[in-house]
Nanobody, 123 residues
Framework: QVQLVESGGGLAQAGSSLRLSCAAT????????MGWFRQAPGKEREFVVA????????YYADSVKGRFAISRDNAKNTVFLQMNNLKPEDTAVYYC????????????????WGQGTQVTVSS
């Protein structure tokens, strides 16, 4: 498994941008598919986006397509989530996740989770 630490959350106004980072420790970062999930108060955790180990494949939730972009830097063991045109409904705790299986991430079953970072979007 890998250990994951998110950063970059905070308060943003609607229409603005934030970039989240997730730093991974452990071996063979490139072999891990990565993903971002989020959980709003009173709601279940939901899938946001996933990326394959090479970065060549990505999957987005419909709610963020065209606004969010995931990327990774395998040399730095880091995955990023660029969030543009933020909306109040994007307010949630954002979690980074990892699994050797991209399918496991896309199907919401990754075996490694970060501790989460709060994103709050004001209208």
């Amino acid at each position: 498994q890998v250990q994951l630490v998110e950063s970059g959350g905070g308060l943003a106004q609607a229409g603005s941008s934030l970039r989240l980072s997730c730093a991974a420790t452990g071996r063979s970062f490139r072999s891990y598919a990565m993903g971002w999930f989020r959980q709003a108060p009173g709601k279940e955790r939901e899938f946001v986006v996933a990326i394959s180990g090479s970065g060549g494949s990505t999957y987005y939730a419909d709610s963020v397509k065209g606004r969010f972009a995931i990327s990774r830097d395998n040399a730095k063991n880091t995955v990023f989530l660029q969030m543009n045109n933020l909306k109040p409904e994007d307010t949630a705790v954002y979690y980074c996740a990892a699994d050797k299986s991209l399918s496991a991430v896309v199907n919401r079953r990754p075996n490694s989770w970060g501790q989460g970072t709060q994103v709050t979007v004001s209208s």
